[in-house]
């Protein structure tokens, strides 16, 4: 995984509640057996019209939004389907950032695997971020934890562990592999009923 | 300090980690499909990494299964998933109930149905259905394909301890009413976003005096209302359904004796605690995309609150102040991991026995597993949806999902047992209405829903 420190870079907001894994990427996209190629299909069904004409009424297709790679958007973000796709579409595409109001707890595991740094903020500072226009830059500090739009700074939260992976890049397995003792210790103890 | 079945399920399972962080827990059991498992054997065979423990692994195919002919898989890439996880289990040295095994079965029909879902268990999938075999008294949720891997080297996983949340659900549920109402009843008050940071238990005298299939349709839907956790004391019913089954424990009534230590001390255990009053409950049906937007069936629509709202009535060809007595259904869908069971096709298959589904009507019947369509057609199921102009298909997730043939074409309003009513979940454009198995088989009778308490069936 490449760590992330800071990132400063346009916005895409997208204000709807409850965008469910099955609009980041439908289920026709789910039968590739790779982590890649998945972000031409990010929210496919609103993306395209009928006919696969890209929808020039949508966020992502917007000419003013190209290489933005943060996401704004709603609460309950990423519920639905367990699909780690739709993190592999985000990424794919080029977002290294979402900020919603609120994640699925799937969702948000998925995102601490792959690198995409998923933030939660407040209404009213989300408001302001989505306001903004669309060549305007706005600064994700993830050692400070906060979000920096103008003269303004939003703080978020997260928890120390996914900070540390994201900073350092580190891969989980390798990780759990150093606790290999106590797992060896833990099964030497489980009940047995056969 | 008191507390929940979780709790003690949870405290059991620690590794290493303090509470507030994530902790590193063992996974009892990992049940493993062909479309979330795929990137994970790749990542293990890319790091030269080999399955811990295969004896705590278990594989099935699901989702791409066609049900006319299992074994005619006309899409390439289908194909290819289900092709990749046979060789991926057999490379690793994972069980797998394979394309035709008399195993084989939606993955949350199979774990319980083989004795392989067991109470005290923490059981992980990379499907978000998970959540079903939290029915046995066991902490099961989905999770994403970096954590099947993670679970598939090191049988373990990293988690965060939720918060506890205690449905208590009591009453006597009123005739025409099921199991399946509760949940979308719970959903629709709550919201679909009120579970999420819990694990959810139910418990009450309604909850105790259900079978397990019907409590497995409670704790599937879960999710949908964000939590991914649901689960149910074990009791007597729950030891009587793990006994004798393939999996089950050769010494049962030791491992009895462990499990009854899994249960809640009391209600004060629980970080936030529900009350939901069954008695007066009536039949749900959904108008909207997602599990929330249901009403019960004596209910109009509710009015626009929202963009949400607005959007959802767009899509679904519906308008506030109608009633799902107006929908006109030109599709029903009986199967799933939520209602694919026995029980379920008994009740759909008595109220189509002797009837006809309405013209213009196609409507599918998808048994969960291999086990209970040839249970089904030992009991002569098979032959009354046929009769009543149903089609009778092989096991598989079909069109809850549509990553298989079976699909509800586009505008099509689809009276469907599954769980999920999102924007092209079954298929692109279909309009989804879930219900109840007994509903479901009242609208393909009507060519609408109707009110089944006032009906005999």
């Not at chain 2, 205690?166 to 549920?173: A, E, M, R, S």
Request: glycine share 10%; with cysteine.
């Amino acid at each position: 995984m490449k760590p992330i420190t800071t990132i400063t870079n346009t916005t895409i907001p997208i204000m709807k509640e409850n965008i469910d894994t099955d609009q980041l990427i439908p289920k026709q996209f789910l039968k590739n057996i790779l982590k890649t190629g998945y972000g031409k299909d990010l929210f496919y069904d609103w993306r395209y019209l009928p006919g696969g004409k890209a929808n020039p009424d949508f966020e992502l297709n917007k000419p003013e939004r190209k290489g933005a790679s943060i996401l704004i958007t709603g609460d309950n973000f990423g519920c639905g389907s367990s699909r780690e796709h739709a993190v592999w579409a985000l990424k794919d595409f080029g977002i290294e950032v979402v900020i919603a109001g609120s994640y699925s707890d799937i969702f948000y595991m998925n995102s601490t695997k792959n690198g995409l740094l998923a933030i939660a903020l407040p209404a009213d500072e989300r408001k302001i971020l989505a306001e903004i226009s669309a060549n305007e830059k706005i600064t994700v500090n993830l050692p400070d934890q906060v979000v920096q739009c103008r003269d303004k700074s939003f703080h978020f939260e997260i928890d120390p562990l996914w900070k540390h992976k994201f900073v350092n890049g580190l891969d989980d397995i390798a990780i759990t592999f150093g606790y290999e003792k106590q797992i060896e210790d833990y099964e030497a103890h489980m009940p047995s009923f056969n | 300090m008191s507390q929940t079945m979780f709790d003690k399920i949870w405290n059991t399972h620690v590794i290493a980690g303090e509470p507030g962080n994530p902790q590193l827990m063992y996974v009892d059991l990992q049940l493993l499909h062909e479309v979330t498992s795929p990137q994970a054997f790749e990542g293990l065979r890319e790091n030269n990494r080999k399955v811990r423990r295969p004896d705590r692994n278990f594989a099935t195919m699901d989702h791409n299964v066609p049900t006319v002919d299992i074994f005619n898989i006309k899409d390439a890439i289908s194909r290819k998933q289900i092709d990749t996880l046979g060789k991926n289990a057999k490379e690793f040295g994972v069980r797998l109930a394979g394309m035709g095994s008399e195993d084989q079965g939606i993955v949350h029909v199979i774990g319980p149905q083989l004795g392989l879902t067991q109470p005290g268990m923490i059981i992980v999938c990379g499907d978000s259905h998970t959540a079903t075999h939290g029915a046995f008294g066991s902490i099961a949720f989905g999770i994403g394909t970096s954590e099947v891997e993670h679970v598939l080297a090191t049988q373990t996983i990293w988690q965060t301890k939720p918060k506890t949340m205690g449905i208590h659900v009591h009453g006597k549920l009123p005739r025409g009413v099921f199991s399946k109402d509760i949940i979308m009843g719970i959903i629709a008050r709550e919201g679909v976003a009120f579970g999420t940071g819990y694990a959810v238990e139910f418990y009450g005298d309604t909850i105790r005096n259900m079978s397990m299939e019907e409590r497995m349709t409670i704790c599937n839907m879960s999710i949908e209302g964000g939590a991914k956790m649901g689960s149910i004391q074990p009791d007597q019913v729950t030891y009587d359904y793990i006994s004798g089954r393939k999996y089950a424990p050769k010494q049962m009534d030791k491992a009895i004796e462990y499990w009854k230590q899994f249960s809640t001390d009391d209600e004060a255990a629980f970080d936030r605690v529900i009350d939901f009053d069954v008695s007066s409950l009536a039949p749900f049906v959904s108008w909207g995309t997602n599990p929330g937007m249901s009403v019960p069936i004596d209910k109009a629509f509710p009015e626009i609150k929202n963009n949400d709202d607005e959007k959802a009535y767009e899509y679904i060809g519906l308008k506030p102040g109608e009633t799902a007595e107006e929908i006109p259904i030109r599709f029903a869908f009986f199967g799933s991991c939520t209602n694919g069971r026995l029980s379920d096709l008994k009740v759909a298959a008595s109220a189509l026995k002797g009837r006809h589904i309405a013209e213009g009507v196609t409507a599918l019947v998808v048994p969960g597993s291999r086990e209970i369509k040839n249970k089904a057609e030992e009991l002569g199921l098979d032959k009354i949806f046929k009769d009543a102009g149903c089609e009778w298909r092989e096991p598989g997730c079909s069109a809850c999902l549509g990553m298989n043939p079976d699909r509800v074409p586009v505008g099509v309003h689809c009276a469907s047992t599954s769980n999920r009513n999102f924007e092209g979940r079954q298929g692109a454009g279909a309009r989804t209405h879930l219900a109840s198995p007994a509903m479901v088989a009242a609208a393909a009778i009507h060519g609408h829903f109707i009110d089944i308490r006032k009906e005999a069936i």
